[in-house]
């Protein structure tokens, strides 16, 4: 399959307007909305307040990617570590994944809470939270 | 932001000889390789077998996505979900997610199981796993 030709949309952003961001969503608090393209409302059918979800998103500001970055020192750990045990904005593809809990359903907007993502940043898709058990 | 321009990568490959998949991870156990591509053998430190991983991956076969995806009876389920609230591999962005537990790991290669993906399936990220709580 050639991969030059999937073409990635953002179906949305996220919002927040905090100066700084949490590092993670695990010790995050912070409150702000999904704000979707009009035209997908119709997916959020069956999402509910206190809800779990996954968003996968783009890191749209992290620098680009180069060989050197398969090893990284995480800010709050004191071990270089592979870059598939860390959640560094810095990867082969620029993809991130958070766990954000649904405060409240209106339209094409949801109202979150957990964000560790950037005010501005495209949203990709929204999955079900489903917990390995 | 230009979406146009990210390029994706496959960094490998998810292969399993199953002559058909289970439709989740959460009721899989199947076994197979993720098989990345030498160059980010490197980014592999810290993964241990027993660990579990999360998967990002390219719904390389699936239907292209058009607005009547938005609602969907998944085949497990009674009832029209919306597309935000199942796993359905045709969706905006035809990105999809599992979680799957490392039984080896030798080279660039992770022997895993709980496969959800078809063979051939192109792997665009690997990430720790960490739950919500």
Known sequence: MDLEHIRLKAIGVVKND????PRHWTVSDLRGQLVLDAEYEGGLKDI????RIVVIFLFHRSRE???DHLRHKPPHHDQVKGIFSTCSPVRPNPIGMSVLTVESVD?????VSGIDMLDGTP??????YIAAT
């Open 18 to 21: 905090a100066a700084e961001v």
């Open 107 to 111: 339209g094409s907007v949801l109202a």
């Open 48 to 51: 509910r307040p206190g809800m």
């Open 65 to 67: 990617y180069t060989p």
């Open 123 to 128: 949203v990709l898709d929204i999955k079900p």
